[in-house]
């Protein structure tokens, strides 16, 4: 019930292409449903989120696109390129917990 | 001007033996996590304190001891190391609240090897 299933586990795009990742959740007690982007050797950092109550979010190159109604988001990213090559986690958090349940990341490689 | 900083970054001992991870945060935040990613690159909460005070504690064997002695610092202390707990630990900090201001920063990580 608090899982957060994410696809794929990796992924290769030639530059400029558009990678999408999605994710699925069952708990309804999520309210906020952040992506992470990952480097090697480094920390999660935050890329961009979403609410339940937004169906889309575009900041950049970056797009979160939200069905509430079945329970999945997904990450697009516009326009790739090899410095976007990392692990991306999609991630939801539980309500009133401050609690991050993370997907099981995905390996995005974008080929020059 | 480090976000959310953790020494040592990285931490190679024997098994048995007993270390520590700190973490310390200048974000002005009042809770401060503690993850851990395997080596499949799965995040896992284990702890949470919030104002000093501890809100998530994750089935996590009790050789892990997280300490918090003030809202800008938050400690994890492991006691007779094993194979096992080899692994990243993330130390993450964050406002108390919903959405956005609420948004979770991580460290760089602590990469500990158990030999």
């Known amino acids: 019930q608090q899982q957060v299933k994410q696809s794929p586990q990796s992924l290769i795009v030639q530059k400029g292409g558009i990678p999408i990742i999605n994710c699925a959740y069952e708990?309804?007690?999520?309210?906020?449903f952040p992506w992470y982007q990952q480097f090697p050797g480094k920390g999660p950092a935050l890329l961009i989120a979403?609410?339940?109550?937004?169906s889309e979010k575009k900041e950049g190159r970056f797009t979160i696109s939200f069905n509430k109604s079945a329970k999945q988001f997904s990450l697009h990213i516009m326009d790739s390129q090899p410095g976007d090559s990392a692990t991306y986690f999609c991630?939801?958090?539980?309500?009133?917990?401050?609690?991050?349940?993370f997907g099981q990341g995905t390996r995005l490689t974008i080929n020059p | 001007d480090t976000a959310v900083s953790q020494t040592p970054k990285y931490l190679v001992t024997q098994m048995g033996n007993d270390k520590s991870i700190k973490c310390e945060q200048n974000?002005?935040?009042?809770?401060m996590y503690w993850y851990k990613q395997d080596s499949k690159k799965f995040l896992k909460i284990m702890f949470s304190?919030?104002?000093?005070?501890l809100i998530i504690n994750e089935t996590v064997p009790n050789r892990f001891s997280p300490k918090s002695p003030d809202k800008a610092h938050l400690n994890l202390h492991i006691n007779s190391l094993e194979l096992g707990d080899s692994a990243v630990y993330f130390c993450?900090?964050?406002?108390w609240g919903s959405g956005d201001t609420s948004t979770q920063y991580f460290g760089p990580g602590t990469r500990l090897t158990v030999l």
């Open positions: 993450a900090s964050s406002l």
């Open positions: 974000l002005g935040h009042d809770t």
């Open positions: 304190y919030n104002n000093k005070e």
């Open positions: 708990n309804t007690a999520f309210d906020y």
């Open positions: 979403i609410r339940p109550d937004v």
């Open positions: 991630a939801a958090r539980l309500e009133g917990a401050q609690k991050l349940v």
